[in-house]
């Protein structure tokens, strides 16, 4: 369904549901929080909707094709775009895409952890690093079909979606 929920912290009860995108096929790939307003990728649509806390859609812009996942840094909003093999850097205050930036295939999630962003990529298996510029400061192949990523304080987690593994890096 084309809808994103807020949900009550202590119950999990749900408290309101908000309409999104607007196809006829599910579009919700993923959220992410700026410090003001929540960002939704609608990856059939090719848009990312910019919603208040109150669930009214502000904004809506087309970043590329495909948006699958999204990192907030601080400054700028951090858009893959799976189809395009490439990152989007979309300023949050106005909606403005600032820049592109090519990674390596097939590219499926990314992360900030306070320093750099971190890609990545099914096609090449790779693990990409990139600063806070757009630029690829190093790459580490971590094979298998890596799928999602997260960071504790001093390891980087990699959940492989084809082998029953979880790499810690």
Do not use: C
């Not at 990192?71 to 949050?92: H, Q, R």
């Amino acid at each position: 369904s084309d809808y994103v929920s807020k949900l009550d912290r202590g119950t999990g009860e749900t408290i309101e549901t908000y309409k999104v995108g607007g196809s006829e096929m599910p579009g919700p790939f993923a959220l992410e929080f700026d410090g003001e307003n929540i960002w939704v990728a609608n990856y059939f649509e090719n848009s990312i909707d910019r919603l208040s806390l109150k669930g009214e859609v502000l904004q809506t812009i087309q970043p590329g094709i495909d948006p699958v996942s999204m990192t907030f840094d601080g400054t700028y909003l951090w858009v893959v775009l799976v189809d395009e093999d490439s990152v989007a850097k979309i300023n949050p205050k106005d909606g403005d895409i600032e820049s592109f930036h090519l990674v390596p295939k097939g590219p499926r999630e990314i992360m900030f952890n306070n320093e750099n962003l971190w890609i990545i990529s099914f096609d090449d298996q790779i693990l990409t690093k990139m600063d806070v510029q757009g630029n690829l400061v190093g790459e580490i192949n971590v094979g298998g079909g890596p799928w999602a990523i997260t960071s504790d304080e001093k390891y980087i987690w990699i959940a492989d979606s084809t082998e029953a593994l979880i790499h810690r890096i």
